[in-house]
């Protein structure tokens, strides 16, 4: 069976820093993509950024992006989102979802059950 | 950039009707990479369609994808109370966005 578990939200303060985690297991973790997906309060799904199979390429929203680093522990079969410069606007619940295939692009089979940030003074 | 606009916002149905949701594309997007997910109150998206068309592993044949170009539409054939949820459309392969939502409502 799938499963991802988020970690490491909480409450920081503008321009402040936190890394979130996603540990997952059921799966051949080096075999598949990772996404993290976020939903502020009250609102749609954002992406925020890819990485591949071997964590070679990632990619970002133009809103996080030389903010946000995404990046993957195949020793640990766990993947980091580590956020930097927090604004207000980052608050949300961040969920890791796992992509289909190794491909950073594909769709997304499985999903976590979030965890949320609070950016606030 | 690519913008995907669901409508309507929010769809008024009975248990037993027929749902169509649609999701439309500011610019022709690749047919194959379209995927629907289905977001209960307080839990995290699942799954339904991707490929525009190929259902995900164990949801049910009452829900359909079509569509291709910029047009695309996830049609639930008969609600089953457990249906009402916000149903998010999702253009993923280069750029990545998601359609702002439809709630399905009793």
């Known amino acids: 069976e799938v499963q991802l578990l988020e970690s490491g939200g909480g409450l920081v303060q503008p321009g402040g820093s936190l890394r979130l985690s996603c540990a997952a297991s059921g799966f051949t973790f080096t075999n598949y993509a990772m996404t993290w997906v976020r939903q502020a309060p009250g609102k749609g799904l954002e992406w925020v950024s890819s990485i591949s199979n071997g964590g070679s390429t990632t990619y970002y929203a133009d809103s996080v992006k030389g903010r946000f680093t995404f990046s993957r522990d195949s020793s640990k079969n766990t993947v980091y989102l580590q956020m930097n410069t927090l604004r207000v606007e980052d608050t949300a619940v961040y969920y890791c979802a796992k992509g289909a295939s190794g491909w950073s692009g594909d769709y997304l089979d499985y999903w976590g059950q979030g965890t949320l940030v609070t950016v606030s003074s | 950039e690519i913008v995907l606009t669901q409508s309507p916002g929010t769809l008024s149905l009975s248990p037993g009707e027929r749902a169509t949701l649609s999701c439309r594309a500011s610019?022709?997007?690749?047919?194959?990479?379209l995927a629907w997910y289905q977001q209960k109150s307080g839990q995290a998206p699942r799954l339904l369609i991707y490929g525009v068309s190929s259902r995900a592993t164990g949801i049910p044949d009452r829900f359909s994808g079509s569509g291709s170009g910029t047009d695309f539409t996830l049609t639930i054939s008969r609600l089953e109370p457990e249906d009402f949820a916000v149903y998010y459309c999702?253009?993923?392969?280069?750029?990545?966005?998601f359609g702002q939502g439809t709630k399905v409502e009793i």
């Open positions: 999702h253009h993923y392969g280069g750029y990545r966005p």
């Open positions: 610019q022709s997007v690749s047919s194959i990479y």
